[in-house]
């Protein structure tokens, strides 16, 4: 569906999320995502059970910024290092839109935590499920849902999935 | 108590008879959690089960739990909930392993005992034995009566679209439970209007259950601890606010109404980081629209002791269960409702201002976090205490905030009731 050259610009902008997210750069976290672009990341049981309801649901770039603020300068938390281990994305589809070509694609995440003087820990597992567009500076998200399986949080999640 | 160079006390008694230094130990130790679990939870004490919205058509049941036994909550052809213990009645399995469905009877498969949604036995396999060359082998003795084995039944009570249950069926009714002043603040929000559901929040906190309840009944820290509420005005030391509880002082409502901006003033400046030029890049984060039933408060959150707290914080509003596992750790399960006549502008609203609360909240996943490292605390040296003497000793409603008076209240009577 996908030729060889955009799949690979998919498989970068995977790669380059995973590498954004796990290195404290929040500032460019919300850069992969269009204007009106959202973020979601949502227990698996309100998913599956058709309920609205998320952990955090970032309706715009904007938001997205507002929680970068937070992240970096309200919300007091135990230091930790994360780090995603994300799985080749399959393309569900390609379509045209009024946006120009739209693909959707997933992929399965696991994220580990390490706090400081602490052992490794899985922190969340889930999967993608990505609504993504073509811009004239590459691949951005029109939508990024993480579905997670881990829906006991263990105590309190403050970076992005 | 440091003086003497215990560290780790054995059976230490709380000194004095106040409630405004707690004792480390109160919240590390096996023994007193276990009588928690005895008189707070498993007895005199209705604990919250969930929404009737949860379970709307016969034959729906969620499990959840009172204290650390699981329960289920089911609803019958003829409307009823019932709420029984999920622990069978042969040889004590805990049988119901789903978080919810739809079911017309409740089965253990470990050897098929069976159950109607009101718990009764209704099944017992081979219970008159298996006939086998003209003999009868085995089966139950003859004076087994299946109507003395039931799944155990708790007490239920329904307000407004809320239920809870207590294994305690002399227990008082709710509303006395409650007592008059609690209930109105519980009324306001479950007035009899249908609710929706929005969906389930999980998280494990590492620290005693205890401390979950401190921290909605304290004022004090908001304005502090989450920066993010001050930063964008939505909590200031001089909001008008009133703290009141029940007449055993167990329970509480932290009652508060938004200021109207203007001016930082001196009173404000000295306790919390209120800066007037903070915006939110997206409004929708604080697109707060009054809804007549508020009346004048814009947040009231609601300490139901010990199991659950009730939060109104503007347009969101949820339950958030407490279900302890061990001294040093409990489950907070928060379930987002909204109201069946909400327009879907006022269902998104809900949702975003969701953005705020929970685990990742912009200010309630710092909650978790201190509750965490106090427990660390408290388990380095069990021989201190805190100290909860801001605005006084005295356990009395308040019309501020700057008080740590509804701590001092539950402690005075978590004293009584455990006998410490
Ligand atoms: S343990 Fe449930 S049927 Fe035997
Ligand atoms: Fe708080």
Redesign the interface.
């Known amino acids: 569906m996908l030729d060889f050259q955009s799949y690979s610009e998919l498989l970068d902008l995977y790669s380059s999320y995973a590498g954004v997210v796990d290195s404290s750069d929040w500032e460019k976290w919300p850069e992969f995502f269009l204007d009106d672009g959202t973020y979601r990341l949502q227990p698996r049981e309100n998913f599956d059970a058709g309920l609205p309801l998320c952990l955090l649901a970032l309706e715009s770039k904007a938001m997205i910024r507002d929680r970068v603020f937070g992240v970096k300068e309200t919300m007091y938390h135990d230091p930790y290092y994360q780090r995603h281990v994300v799985g080749t994305p399959r393309v569900l589809s390609v379509k045209t839109t009024d946006r120009g070509e739209e693909i959707e694609a997933e992929a399965n995440y696991i994220v580990f935590r390490t706090k400081r003087e602490g052992v490794t820990e899985v922190f969340n597992a889930g999967r993608y499920r990505d609504a993504i567009v073509r811009t004239t500076e590459g691949l951005k998200f029109r939508s990024r849902l993480c579905v997670y399986d881990s829906e006991m949080i263990p105590n309190s999640l403050i970076y992005p999935i | 108590m440091d003086a003497t160079g215990t560290i780790f006390p054995v059976d230490p008694h709380w000194p004095g008879t106040g409630s405004s230094r707690i004792p480390f130990w109160a919240y590390t130790r096996d023994d007193l959690y276990k009588r928690e679990l005895e008189r707070l939870f498993y007895a005199n004490h209705w604990c919250y089960i969930g929404l009737e919205v949860e379970v709307p058509e016969p034959g729906d049941f969620k499990r959840t739990v009172v204290g650390e036994r699981s329960v289920i909550m089911t609803r019958t052809a003829d409307g009823e909930i019932h709420v029984v213990e999920n622990v069978c009645a042969h040889r004590g399995m805990r049988f119901c392993r789903e978080?919810?469905g739809n079911s017309k009877d409740l089965l253990c498969p470990y050897h098929q005992w069976n159950y109607d949604l009101k718990g009764n036995l209704t099944g017992v396999p081979f219970r008159r034995g298996v006939k086998q060359g003209g003999k009868v082998n085995g089966g139950m003795p003859a004076d087994f009566k299946p109507e003395d084995h039931g799944l155990t039944k708790l007490k239920v009570a329904r307000r407004g679209g809320v239920v809870f249950a207590s294994f305690d069926h002399s227990i008082e009714p709710f509303e006395a439970f409650l007592g008059p002043t609690i209930l109105a603040y519980f009324d306001r929000v479950f007035d009899g209007r249908k609710l929706e559901?929005?969906?389930?929040?999980?998280?494990?906190?590492?620290g005693n259950w205890k401390l979950m309840q401190e921290n909605i009944k304290d004022p004090y820290h908001p304005g502090l601890?989450?920066?993010?509420f001050s930063?964008f005005g939505l909590w200031r030391a001089d909001n008008q606010s009133e703290l009141k509880m029940d007449a055993h002082l167990r329970h509480a409502a932290m009652i508060s109404t938004r200021g109207q901006g203007g001016k930082v003033t001196e009173v404000t400046s000295g306790i919390d980081s209120f800066k007037e030029a903070m915006k939110?890049?997206?409004p929708?984060?604080l697109d707060i629209v009054h809804e007549p039933w508020w009346g004048k408060p814009t947040a009231v959150m609601t300490t139901i002791f010990p199991s659950v707290i009730i939060q109104q914080q503007v347009n969101s509003v949820s339950t958030r269960h407490i279900q302890p596992n061990g001294h040093g750790s409990f489950?907070f399960v928060w379930t987002?409702f909204g109201f069946a006549d909400d327009d879907p502008e006022m269902?998104q609203r809900r949702?975003?201002q969701?953005?705020l609360f929970?685990?990742?909240g912009?200010v309630s996943?710092?909650d978790?976090?201190?509750i965490?490292?106090s427990q660390e605390g408290f388990e380095q040296k069990p021989s201190h205490r805190t100290l909860v003497e801001m605005g006084g000793t005295d356990t009395t409603d308040s019309d501020h905030m700057v008080t740590e008076t509804l701590i001092r209240g539950m402690y005075a009577y978590w004293r009584k009731v455990m006998g410490e």
């Not at chain 2, 559901?197 to 590492?206: F, V």
């Not at chain 2, 601890?225 to 993010?228: A, E, M, P, R, S």
Request: hydrophobic letters at 40%; aromatic letters at 10%.
């Open positions: 978080k919810r559901l929005l969906g389930y929040r999980r998280q494990r906190i590492p601890l989450h920066t993010w930063t939110v890049n997206d929708r984060l489950d987002h269902k949702l975003i969701a953005n929970g685990p990742a912009f996943a710092d978790g976090e201190v965490e490292w």
